[in-house]
T-cell receptor, first 114, second 116 residues
Framework: AQSVSQHNHHVILSEAASLELGCNYS??????LFWYVQYPGQHLQLLLK??????LVKGIKGFEAEFIKSKFSFNLRKPSVQWSDTAEYFC????????????FGTGTKLQVIP | GAVVSQHPSRVICKSGTSVKIECRSL??????MFWYRQFPKQSLMLMAT?????????EQGVEKDKFLINHASLTLSTLTVTSAHPEDSSFYIC????????????FGPGTRLLVL
C-alpha cells in the first residue's frame, strides 16, 4: 500500500519569501500525485495534479510541483508567497491504473506573515 | 463548477443516537463518492468508497454496521453514524469524483460531529 510523508507540519514565512513544501511517497509503480489546499474555514480544493508527461506541473495561484521519480518526491513550490496563501496543504498519492484509493499526507500548515 | 455540499455542517448528539450526514454533488454527476474522517493534526483517513447503486467498499478497520453508507443517486450519498459514541466525534468529509473524470476528487466542506 502507498503512504505519503509531509515532513513540515508547520511553516511560517514572511510575505515574498519562497516556499517549498516536501512530499515523499512510497509506492514502486505508476502514481498519480496531487496537492490540495484548505484555506481557513473552507473545504479542500485541488491545487495541482500530476498524471503523466512533464514532471514540472503548474497549478493555480502561482504554485508548481515537481515530480522526481527517483526520489519518490512531489514537492510544492512557490517563488513568492502572499498572506492569502495562509492555509493547510495536503499532498496525496494514488496508485495509477484503475480504481485505487487516494492516500493523503498529514498536511502542512503554512502561515504567511504580512 | 464541481461543487460538493454537506449537511449538516455541525451536529451535536447524545450518545446512543444515530446521525445522518448528507453529501451532494450540486452541479455534476458523481458515480463515486468517498467518505473521510479527519482527526486533529492528522491526515484524512478514507473510511469508505461509495458507488452509486451498489454497496459501499469499506476500508480495513471501519465498521460497516456502524457507519452506514447509501449512494442512492448520482448526486447524493449519505453516511449514518449509528449508536454514536463520544469516540465517534470527529470531522467527516466527503468527496465526489466526476463520472468519467480523471481521478480528481472534489471535496465537501465537512461535518463536525460531537457526541456527548
Amino acid at each position: 500500500a502507498q503512504s505519503v510523508s509531509q515532513h513540515n507540519h508547520h511553516v511560517i514565512l514572511s510575505e515574498a519569501a519562497s516556499l517549498e513544501l516536501g512530499c515523499n511517497y512510497s509506492y514502486g509503480g505508476t502514481v498519480n500525485l496531487f496537492w490540495y489546499v484548505q484555506y481557513p474555514g473552507q473545504h479542500l480544493q485541488l491545487l495541482l495534479k500530476y498524471f503523466s508527461g512533464d514532471p514540472l506541473v503548474k497549478g493555480i495561484k502561482g504554485f508548481e510541483a515537481e515530480f522526481i521519480k527517483s526520489k519518490f518526491s512531489f514537492n510544492l513550490r512557490k517563488p513568492s508567497v502572499q498572506w492569502s496563501d495562509t492555509a493547510e496543504y495536503f499532498c496525496a498519492v494514488k496508485a495509477g491504473g484503475g480504481y485505487q484509493k487516494v492516500t493523503f499526507g498529514t498536511g502542512t500548515k503554512l502561515q504567511v506573515i504580512p | 463548477g464541481a461543487v460538493v455540499s454537506q449537511h449538516p455542517s455541525r451536529v451535536i448528539c447524545k450518545s446512543g443516537t444515530s446521525v445522518k450526514i448528507e453529501c451532494r454533488s450540486l452541479d455534476f454527476q458523481a458515480t463515486t463518492m468517498f467518505w473521510y474522517r479527519q482527526f486533529p493534526k492528522q491526515s484524512l483517513m478514507l473510511m469508505a468508497t461509495s458507488n452509486e447503486g451498489s454497496k459501499a467498499t469499506y476500508e480495513q478497520g471501519v465498521e460497516k454496521d456502524k457507519f452506514l453508507i447509501n449512494h442512492a443517486s448520482l448526486t447524493l450519498s449519505t453516511l449514518t453514524v449509528t449508536s454514536a459514541h463520544p469516540e465517534d466525534s470527529s470531522f467527516y468529509i466527503c468527496s465526489a469524483r466526476l463520472a468519467g473524470g480523471l481521478e480528481t476528487q472534489y471535496f465537501g466542506p465537512g461535518t463536525r460531529l460531537l457526541v456527548l
